[in-house]
């Protein structure tokens, strides 16, 4: 599967910025949202390929929003990135049926790993 187009869904600006720079090395493009309904707004017609997904915002838990994302389509990559070291999150977001689960802070080498893992374009 070669990625065309991912949304941030972070409340994190600069972490956000730095994500989105290394994305569009590998030509994806990227939508960036600060909060979840302002994901959900953008959901029902930009359909990314892969979603990066934040666990901690002011007006919920990113984890119970994987079950929006699956219902917009199934197929959506769904990377789900916490600071939050409760196992029982990354266990819950397993169910929901994430893809991948990365622990933060995060390294680039390991987001660049998870996309290699999805096959998408390298960095040029």
């Known amino acids: 599967m070669r990625a065309k187009t ?3 869904i972070d409340d ?6 730095l994500l989105t720079n290394l994305l569009e090395k590998r030509k994806i493009h990227v939508l ?7 994901a959900e707004d ?14 901690s915002f ?3 838990l990113g984890i119970n929003f994987i079950h ?3 219902e917009v389509d199934p197929q959506i990559k769904v ?10 999150i990354h266990e819950k977001a397993v169910a929901e049926g994430i893809d991948y689960f ?7 080498q390991k987001i660049n790993s998870v996309l290699d893992d999805l096959n998408v374009e390298k960095i040029s």
Not at 43 to 53: D, E, Q
Request: charged letters at 15%.
């Open 6 to 8: 991912a949304m941030i």
């Open 12 to 17: 994190d600006v600069d972490f956000s910025t």
């Open 32 to 38: 960036t949202v600060h909060s979840l309904a302002e």
């Open 42 to 55: 953008y959901l029902s017609y930009l359909k990314p390929t892969i979603v990066f997904l934040d666990n």
């Open 58 to 60: 002011p007006e919920g």
């Open 68 to 70: 929006c994302i699956k």
């Open 79 to 88: 990377i789900m990135m916490t600071g939050d070291t409760a196992s029982w």
């Open 102 to 108: 990365l622990q933060k802070p995060l390294n680039f």
